[in-house]
């Protein structure tokens, strides 16, 4: 979506501002966020009518977003709550991938229940830190990604990003009045972005729902 692809431009022009500014020290991500691995277990089977979502790679959106619109991998309630024995990935929290699309990273929307997949690691901001909208601004610049690339494993077979090693994700961080400031300057931006968001996935659901009907003649349009 273009719209959010413009706003997306000027959030990231603000955090390579923010970058430069000497006021800014660069901290460990630990210092305002919790980092919690996966489980490392064997994948579970998918099921029909599944009790709750697994999160997988392709629902890490290009734009930082999860979308677990399209997800058909559904689990059972036994295997959703091992997985989620951690956390139940919610509203606010991040994840980030350690291998394949190394350092992808998104952000779970409103209404977000659901269980962090394999090779991911979830990234919770403190109660005492509640920077999400800078947060997700930063986790997705082209300064963080070249802070990623500089901390991924390069192997054989695949890179990867090591766990041990996303805590220590260097990130601008300043005085709490100037923190506080920021956060609401980028939050109307986020926001936005969340509604446009919204707004095409209802506009998708409306398509879905008549195309069928308009090609079988169901209904006409007038």
């Given at each position: 979506m273009q719209k959010n692809k413009n706003l997306l431009e000027q959030l990231h022009l603000m955090v390579s501002e923010v970058y430069r500014n000497p006021s800014f020290e660069l901290k460990p991500i630990s210092v305002i966020a919790d980092v919690i691995d996966c489980l490392h277990s064997k994948k579970p089977y998918p099921v029909e009518d599944g009790y709750?979502?697994?999160?997988?790679?392709?629902?890490?959106?290009?734009?930082?977003?999860?979308?677990?619109r399209n997800s058909t991998y559904f689990i059972s309630k036994p295997d959703f709550e091992n997985w989620t024995r951690k956390l139940i990935i919610s509203p606010g929290d991040f994840v980030i991938t350690n291998v394949g699309r190394v350092g992808a990273v998104a952000m779970?929307?409103?209404?977000?229940?659901?269980?962090?997949?394999?090779?991911?690691t979830a990234i919770r901001l403190k109660h005492d830190s509640q920077y999400y909208s800078y947060f997700f601004a930063v986790m997705t610049s082209k300064e963080m990604r070249r802070e990623i690339r500089q901390r991924t494993d390069v192997g054989t077979i695949m890179n990867a990003l090591n766990v041990k090693d996303i805590p220590n994700l260097r990130i601008p961080i300043s005085s709490e009045q100037q923190m506080r400031g920021i956060e609401k300057t980028f939050k109307s931006f986020v926001e936005q972005i969340e509604a446009n968001n919204l707004e095409?996935?209802?506009?998708?659901?409306?398509r879905d729902s008549l195309l069928p009907k308009l090609l079988s003649g169901t209904i006409e349009l007038s």
């Open positions: 709750g979502q697994l999160i997988q790679l392709d629902n890490i959106r290009d734009d930082g977003f999860l979308d677990m779970a929307p409103a209404g977000t229940k659901a269980a962090m997949g394999r090779n991911m095409n996935q209802f506009l998708s659901a409306v």
